[in-house]
């Protein structure tokens, strides 16, 4: 049977509802502020991480020319056609949204809360790019329209982190995560199974490494192999396969079981859209993902939070 919902997780959705009772529906909306990103802009490194696709986010690209405002009103025109009635997120989405200096953020940010429609504020960022400066801007914000901040990990394994070219290491996100505590941010953790050298323990390392905080959603990727990256070399070398579906239920599985049950389970697909998708050709398909999820909850007779054991 065909489930687009889980009564073994918490999904995003209905995090979302309980959340904020009093609208119906919520999508978030993706807006490129035409950040740059330390990893590549050479500040760190030139490179990237290795499934980053540098060129899907040329700095001509269509949108980053326009205010965030604008960018809403353009997205929207499309969005209530489809989800009628609905309130939006703007969310800073490509490349690193708290990369420049506090005054620009601050225009950007509070440009795209005033536009009509707009509920929440969503910043996706890397853990060494959070200043002290933009934690308290986002608290600032957060006292108007609840803010999420998403912050990449990806693996607790500094060994992995070298491995995929990230340049930032697990202690820099444990003073991001320090530092963003008790300041009325919501956070979401982000992270990839499936990255090379990685085993099913990595990622239940991983799950159990974020005990130390309070956290509000965590988003696990597949690593899938965008066209044009490092990942894709190895991968044509033979030096890189992608996880089976089976090999990312288990961990996916493995990893909700010692989530809190609190905690919203943003999303298991990969970002990548048509041709840029090299492989697994399951990292886009939602619903199978999601049935192959719930009936291994089913089999196991588990749940979220079923081995979390923070004290
Ligand atoms: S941190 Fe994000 S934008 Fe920067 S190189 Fe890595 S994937 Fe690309």
Same mark, same amino acid.
């Given at each position: ?123 996706? /960022? ?20 609840? @803010? ?11 060994? /992995? ?64 192999? @965008? ?50 998708? @090299? ?33």
């Amino acid at each position: 049977m065909k489930k687009n919902n889980s009564e073994y997780f918490l999904t995003y959705k209905n995090w979302l509802r309980k959340k904020h009772p009093q609208f119906s529906l919520i999508r978030k909306i993706s807006i490129d502020g035409g950040f740059t990103c330390p990893n590549l802009d050479g500040s760190k490194g030139r490179g990237g991480c290795v499934y980053c696709n540098n060129n899907s986010f040329s700095p001509s690209a269509g949108d980053r020319m326009l205010k965030p405002s604008e960018q809403i009103v353009k997205a929207r025109h499309k969005m209530d056609r489809i989800f009628a009635g609905a309130k939006y997120i703007a969310y800073f989405q490509p490349f690193t949204n708290t990369y420049a200096p506090v005054e620009q953020l601050r225009d950007l940010f509070y440009d795209a809360i005033q536009a009509e429609g707009i509920v929440g504020l969503s910043v996706g /960022t890397r853990p060494d790019c959070i200043g002290d400066d933009v934690l308290e801007l986002l608290a600032e914000i957060a006292t108007k329209v609840p @803010v999420t901040l998403e912050i990449g990990l990806q693996s607790a394994n500094d060994e /992995t982190l070298k491995r995929i070219n990230r340049l930032h290491s697990f202690a820099e996100f444990r003073d991001a995560m320090n530092r963003s505590n008790h300041l009325g941010l919501e956070r979401s953790v982000h992270v990839i199974l499936g990255l090379p050298g990685e085993s099913q323990q990595d990622y239940i390392n991983t799950a159990q490494s974020l005990w130390e905080w309070d956290i509000d959603a965590v988003k696990i990727h597949p690593l899938h192999i @965008v066209r044009g990256t490092e990942l894709e070399k190895w991968f044509l070398a033979g030096d890189y396969q992608p996880l089976e579906i089976e090999e990312f239920t288990v961990g996916a599985v493995d990893f909700i079981e010692r989530t809190h049950p609190d905690v919203a389970i943003e999303r298991f697909t990969g970002e990548a859209q048509g041709d840029m998708l @090299v492989a697994p050709d399951w990292a886009g398909d939602r619903i199978q993902l999601l049935n192959e999820i719930n009936r291994l909850f089913e089999l196991r007779g588990t749940r979220q939070g079923s081995l979390y054991l923070k004290k």
